[in-house]
């Protein structure tokens, strides 16, 4: 049992949001790529949707992850200090 | 000693600052609009358009100069996120990204999207892994935090020796391209354009190290967006009349293909990834904008984004910036803002691509070859085009056009037939924004040689002070640039590609063993660098160089592979070596606090307080 649980939980819950930012990243890349395509016959905003995720849709999606996993992680670091201080 | 004990609070007035610096270079613009079309020549608008915003970054950066050794390495670390995350953008994308990546998507189009993607991935994950560790260690160079964690003096030494390749490729590239853009447009040569640009970035380097190259980088950034937005919002709302152009170049498409179809564009198969990427001479465009996989297969496309992805997240010189902001929330936040600009430029570069193709291949399909638009004679006095009538058919054909992939972005003003000033603009921009990344990666290969390789010889400084030392290095690292430079042909983009991949295979195995398992040890981080570097020497020496004509892909694969070969190493290295000594162990503790001051800063505090007993 670690003498700091509240640090170790810290690191976990840092470890989670990392890995799982990562999976949610990295497989929306590679299924864009795999099924671009057949994702380019259909048509979104006049552009081929393969093209549309590559060139747009997925830089979006990556910019919004990166706020997102900014707030969660301040969250977690926020949980930490109050945590310390009491 | 100092003791670096002050709050680290940002002047409240920036924003006021680079309004007025916008508003100025805003007004510069129109002015010179309305000077256009009272008659000036074409020459005197360059020479305005390009060398005041010069002027204004020099006075920046006397402005904002240094003698401080925390203002010099780290801006104060009082930094706001956004303007980190500007220069960040400004530093990743350089001159490079402006000119040679908006070429290689007119080229390759949807092929070329992996290289955008992989810079906007890479900035995420650095912002997840390593970033917001580097920020709590607070060390002023890359190499300095291996050499804190690791309690290694020649680890240090050796990272600093390493991080030599990626960031000495990025310089070389970005002034190379600032000085093919202004020689151009001012009546200089092409060497002597190269000690300008040097001397430039040696000036706000040396005046005031980290804070000077901060506070300039961040006037070149604003110079560059609005430079390469306005001519592009221009074009678009011609074409669609609605000034958004990531939305609606979409509608460029049906008459693109129809375009290309009539001047003999045809679908084709992937060819090999060490030769995808375009070079920097004219050459015919042969493939569809839209083909998805004509240029690099489906594997190649995912191993070009993989490779670049890792060695963004691993660069030197994006992390030699990840002590400024005043706290780890801070910095992370700076990242995603980062993330935003890079993104805003991938998702806009397309955009240009598309307009400069559609005008391209439109002309010369409706034009016979003895009467093409005046803008072809434009862009063939500046050589970016090459037109000729090969089979006598009097029609130019798409394998007739030959075009230069650095001269895309200033061809669009040209070939929309905007005012010159929208030309100079552009230029204006693309310089700028090659500024901004070579003084960065002036700054990480001078600075790390200064504090990591020097001043090891003398650490209490006794001989010289340590901003002398980083002077002395900034002054020769520039120097040895422009000399090579003068002497040798290098191609940005090849140049480019080869640093990000350098970095994958060395520093990011090294950094993710170092920051995130506790038993990494000495012998694991030595070993995860050397491997890579093996790798990268072996690519280099048996699949090719990054000079032109001779540089081959396999690069990118040698970095994948030192990257996974290095991270075994380092994982083997780490186990069958010594265990981690008490103090390393508690060095990673701390590093996973996210609260408190860095680790540096706090390890100068208790040197000062001994000196002071």
């Known amino acids: ?86 | 000693m100092r003791a670096p004990s002050r709050p680290h609070q940002a002047n409240p007035n920036l924003g006021a600052y680079y309004g007025i610096f916008t508003s100025a270079f805003v007004c510069l613009v129109i002015l010179l609009a309305m000077f256009e079309q009272l008659g000036w020549q074409e020459t005197w608008l360059a020479r305005s358009m390009m060398l005041a915003p010069l002027v204004l970054y020099l006075a920046i950066a006397l402005y904002t100069r240094t003698l401080d050794v925390e203002e010099f390495f780290a801006s104060g670390r009082r930094v706001p996120p956004v303007y980190n995350g500007a220069v960040l953008a400004a530093a990743l994308v350089g001159g490079t990204g402006f000119f040679a990546y908006t070429g290689t998507l007119f080229f390759l189009g949807f092929d070329a999207l992996a290289i955008g993607l992989a810079w906007t991935t890479g900035l995420l994950v650095s912002g997840l892994l390593f970033v917001p560790y580097l920020r709590k260690a607070g060390a002023y160079t890359l190499p300095a935090f291996l050499g804190h964690r690791f309690r290694s003096r020649s680890l240090r030494a050796m990272a600093s020796l390493l991080q030599l390749p990626p960031a000495a490729f990025l310089l070389a590239a970005e002034i190379k391209i600032a000085a093919l853009i202004s020689v151009m447009f001012l009546p200089v040569s092409y060497q002597l354009a190269v000690a300008a640009v040097a001397a430039m970035i040696a000036w706000v380097t040396i005046v005031g190290g980290m804070r000077s190259l901060t506070w300039t980088a961040t006037a070149q950034f604003i110079v560059s967006a609005v430079g390469f937005a306005v001519p592009l919002i221009i074009v678009t709302v011609l074409f669609t009349n609605v000034p958004a152009p990531q939305l609606t170049y979409g509608e460029m498409f049906e008459p693109l293909k129809r375009s290309e179809s009539i001047v003999g564009i045809s679908p084709t198969a992937p060819g090999e990834l060490a030769t995808a990427l375009p070079a920097a001479q004219p050459k015919p465009s042969i493939k569809p904008f839209l083909q998805a996989f004509g240029a690099l297969s489906q594997t190649d496309f995912l191993t070009l984004f993989l490779c670049l992805t890792l060695g963004t997240a691993a660069l030197p010189s994006l992390l030699a910036r990840s002590g400024v902001t005043s706290s780890v929330a801070d910095q992370r936040r700076s990242v995603a803002w980062a993330a935003f600009f890079v993104a805003l430029f991938a998702i806009s570069a397309p955009a240009l691509a598309t307009f400069v193709r559609h005008l391209m291949f439109q002309d010369i399909a409706q034009a016979p070859a003895s009467a093409l638009p005046a803008w072809f004679n434009d862009l063939s006095a500046h050589r970016l085009i090459v037109t000729q009538d090969a089979n006598a058919d009097g029609a130019i054909e798409a394998s007739e056009l030959f075009v230069a992939r650095d001269g895309i972005a200033l061809a669009l003003p040209m070939a929309a037939r905007l005012p010159f000033v929208c030309t100079a603009l552009m230029a204006a921009a693309g310089i700028a924004v090659a500024l901004a990344a070579a003084s960065s990666h002036l700054f990480t290969i001078a600075g790390s040689l200064a504090d990591d390789f020097i001043r090891p010889i003398d650490p209490r400084n006794e001989v010289l002070p340590r901003i002398v030392v980083a002077w002395v290095a900034i002054a020769a690292t520039a120097l040895s640039a422009g000399v090579f430079l003068a002497l040798a042909d290098i191609d940005v983009l090849q140049a480019a590609v080869t640093a990000l991949a350098f970095a994958a295979a060395t520093f990011f195995p090294t950094l993710l063993l170092a920051i995130w398992w506790k038993r990494c040890t000495w012998l694991g981080a030595m070993l995860a660098l050397g491997v890579g570097v093996a790798a990268m020497a072996a690519a280099l020496a048996f699949g090719g160089t990054p000079v032109a004509d001779q540089f081959r892909l396999t690069t990118v694969i040698a970095a994948l592979m030192g990257a996974a070969l290095g991270l075994i190493a380092g994982l083997i290295g780490s186990v069958i070596g010594p265990k981690p000594s008490p103090a390393q162990l508690a060095y990673f503790e701390e590093l996973g606090d996210p609260g408190g001051d860095a680790l540096y800063d706090r390890a100068l505090r208790r040197a000062a307080a001994a000196a002071s007993q």
């Open chain 1, 1 to 86: 049992m670690s003498e700091q649980p509240g640090r170790d939980r810290h690191r976990w819950q840092t470890l989670l949001l990392v890995v799982a930012t990562l999976i949610i990243a990295l497989g929306a890349i590679a299924a864009a790529v795999i099924f671009a395509g057949r994702l380019d016959e259909i048509i979104f905003l006049r552009f081929p949707l393969g093209f549309y995720l590559l060139a747009q849709g997925l830089l979006i999606g990556l910019v919004a992850l990166a706020f997102w996993s900014t707030r969660v992680q301040e969250h977690i670091d926020r949980r930490l200090s109050e945590g310390e201080e009491l």
